[in-house]
T-cell receptor, first 113, second 110 residues
Framework: SAVISQKPSRDICQRGTSLTIQCQVD?????MFWYRQQPGQSLTLIAT?????????ESGFVIDKFPISRPNLTFSTLTVSNMSPEDSSIYLC??????????FGPGTRLTVL | GQQLNQSPQSMFIQEGEDVSMNCTSS?????WLWYKQEPGEGPVLLIA?????ELTSNGRLTAQFGITRKDSFLNISASIPSDVGIYFC??????????FGTGTRLKVLA
């Protein structure tokens, strides 16, 4: 499986600011995804990061709030914009394989004050 | 969004006991994945299931893809303290999208 790293691993931010989370994979992958895991909850898909085109967002998530970049097949960023305390969550990137598996990065733990 | 129902929500068991948990849905899925998540880490893939009725093992873990394609089961045999964590199922909806279960929190008493 691919080795996936995320930066930062955690951050504490003030409301109204934005944070950009990076996801780096050690091999080229076609499918990359961003998930949110609210405290004590399960995982919810935010969007699919498409290389060379706009991300595909799930219901309830919009580009203005969660802009995503995917400049190549090994890297993606997720920005959490104009943050509020409700955005305090773990943000996870994952990669898909041709066998329909998904492997996750270690996550970014975000606290918004 | 939609979530899969996992049962039980949490469980305390004695070391050495076998553990069973399940995941049910009103929708049919084409693939089931089972993950374990420990505090401060991302979910780790344990087992992938691709066909109805499929039974797959990974060490002390065994998972089954339900015949109806609406459920899946995970068993852990002879539990040990390091089995502690949250176990998530995930069902594939469409080409690549996974819906995740509500999670089963496992605590093992030595």
């Amino acid at each position: 499986s691919a080795v996936i790293s995320q930066k930062p691993s955690r951050d504490i931010c003030q409301r109204g600011t934005s944070l950009t989370i990076q996801c780096q994979v050690d091999s080229q992958v076609t499918m990359m995804f961003w998930y949110r895991q609210q405290p004590g909850q399960s995982l919810t898909l935010i969007a699919t990061a498409n290389q060379g085109s706009e991300a595909t967002y799930e219901s309830g998530f919009v580009i203005d709030k969660f802009p995503i970049s995917r400049p190549n097949l090994t890297f993606s960023t997720l920005t959490v914009s104009n943050m509020s305390p409700e955005d305090s969550s773990i943000y996870l990137c994952s990669v898909g394989t041709p066998y329909n598996e998904q492997f996750f990065g270690p996550g970014t733990r975000l606290t918004v004050l | 969004g939609q979530q899969l129902n996992q049962s039980p929500q949490s469980m305390f068991i004695q070391e050495g006991e076998d553990v069973s948990m399940n995941c049910t849905s009103s929708s049919i899925f084409n693939t089931w994945l089972w993950y374990k998540q420990e505090p401060g880490e991302g979910p780790v893939l344990l087992i992938a299931l691709y066909k109805a009725g499929e039974l797959t093992s990974n060490g002390r873990l065994t998972a089954q893809f339900g015949i109806t394609r609406k459920d899946s089961f995970l068993n852990i045999s002879a539990s040990i303290p390091s089995d502690v964590g949250i176990y998530f199922c995930a069902g594939r909806e469409g080409t690549y999208k996974y819906i995740f279960g509500t999670g089963t929190r496992l605590k093992v008493l030595a």
